[in-house]
């Protein structure tokens, strides 16, 4: 009998952490003040929509680039962190056209929700950067939640994960090395698309 009270126990503690830890990751970049949208089950840019109802689209989705521009994708597979059950990873990198999109995915496998928050547009622009190997940093001229969610809350259920990007008005050479800093989030160092 005490055996079973002790399991009982120790699924209480380990739920509560749980709890704990997932409002603490969650409001990494939530803002409670901000209404909420609902990610749904699988909120990956084949199943995300924007605010008409239209699609979001992916790097994949893209439109082409023009005419005459090399389009080079690179897969990088950098997490960038990692708390308990949830996840960010910096999954993949297109250059086109002098510009670099990098795609992330907020995974989050715990029992309990991740509200992830996207400032005004204004302040989303100004929430990330690149620093290159010269020493500029460069900001982004759009991002998924500018695009998408400006202002919003955006929930990963548990179990599912989000994809999303930022495009930078710059196109490093594949072997120069770059530092990443998005939103709040630790910053990444020596990032090489090659």
Do not use: K
């Given at each position: 009998?005490?055996?079973?009270?002790?399991v009982?126990?120790?699924?209480?503690?380990?739920?509560?952490?749980?709890?704990i830890?997932?409002?603490?990751?969650?409001?990494?970049?939530?803002?409670?003040r901000?209404?909420?949208?609902?990610?749904?089950?699988?909120?990956?840019?084949?199943?995300?929509?924007?605010?008409?109802?239209?699609?979001?689209?992916?790097?994949?989705?893209?439109?082409?680039?023009?005419?005459?521009?090399?389009?080079?994708?690179?897969?990088?597979?950098?997490?960038i962190?990692?708390?308990?059950?949830?996840?960010?990873?910096?999954t993949?990198?297109?250059?086109?056209?002098?510009?670099?999109?990098?795609?992330?995915?907020?995974?989050?496998?715990?029992?309990?929700?991740?509200?992830?928050?996207?400032?005004?547009?204004?302040?989303?622009?100004?929430?990330?950067?690149?620093?290159?190997?010269?020493?500029?940093?460069?900001?982004?001229?759009?991002?998924?939640?500018?695009?998408?969610?400006?202002?919003?809350?955006?929930?990963?259920?548990?179990?599912?994960?989000?994809?999303?990007?930022?495009?930078?008005?710059?196109?490093?050479?594949?072997?120069?090395?770059?530092?990443l800093?998005?939103?709040?989030?630790?910053?990444?160092?020596?990032?090489?698309?090659?």
């Amino acid at each position: 009998m005490e055996r079973r009270y002790g399991v009982l126990t120790a699924v209480v503690v380990a739920t509560a952490s749980l709890a704990i830890i997932g409002s603490l990751a969650g409001y990494y970049l939530a803002d409670p003040r901000s209404p909420s949208v609902e990610a749904g089950s699988d909120q990956s840019p084949e199943n995300a929509t924007d605010r008409s109802g239209t699609p979001a689209r992916d790097a994949d989705d893209a439109s082409p680039p023009p005419a005459g521009t090399d389009r080079q994708t690179y897969r990088l597979d950098r997490q960038i962190y990692q708390q308990s059950s949830f996840r960010l990873t910096l999954t993949g990198a297109e250059t086109s056209a002098g510009t670099l999109r990098l795609t992330f995915r907020y995974r989050n496998d715990s029992l309990l929700p991740w509200p992830l928050s996207c400032p005004s547009r204004e302040d989303d622009l100004n929430s990330s950067a690149l620093t290159l190997a010269d020493g500029r940093t460069v900001r982004p001229t759009d991002t998924w939640c500018a695009a998408e969610r400006a202002g919003e809350t955006v929930t990963v259920a548990p179990g599912q994960s989000t994809d999303t990007w930022g495009v930078f008005p710059v196109s490093p050479s594949p072997t120069e090395p770059f530092s990443l800093s998005w939103y709040d989030f630790p910053v990444i160092e020596d990032v090489r698309l090659g």
